[in-house]
């Protein structure tokens, strides 16, 4: 017996575990994301909490881990929707999006650092959230 939902499903029951699949992702993204920073802060890798980070170095080692949360939120997101995973990836990705412009625009009045930074947060937010969703593609069309 397949552990996906019949589309009998009632829609509340899936519109519910849909939203729990897309915040999964997002805790996911958020904790991973924050709690680095946090260890790399106490091991006074990054300046202290509040201080411009200019070191471009520093900038893409945070980009990177970023962009790899990012793309396992959609990976989690996808993995646990009732149905359309790629469909649960995407509306991630564009949360993800929608709050890095936020950020960025923020990051204009505010000096934390180079700009191109959170630009690229804005660039890779909906491609990291496709290839989370391609890789659970991929994963499951292997089983």
Known sequence: ???????????????????????????????LSLGTDEVLHLLKVYPPWGEPMREPGL????????????V?????????????????????????LVLSILGAIGATMADLGP????????????PNAWLGGVLHRKSHAEC
């Open 1 to 31: 017996m397949s552990n996906q939902p019949s589309d009998l499903t009632p829609a509340p029951r899936r519109l519910g575990r849909s939203v729990a699949a897309v915040f999964l992702g997002f805790v996911a993204v958020v904790l």
């Open 59 to 70: 900038n893409f080692q945070a980009l990177t881990y970023r962009c790899v949360y990012g």
């Open 72 to 96: 396992l939120g959609s990976y989690l997101a996808a993995r646990f929707a009732p149905r359309a995973p790629m469909r649960h990836a995407m509306i991630l990705g564009i949360i993800g």
């Open 115 to 126: 700009l191109w930074y959170p630009v690229a947060l804005v660039v890779t937010a909906l």
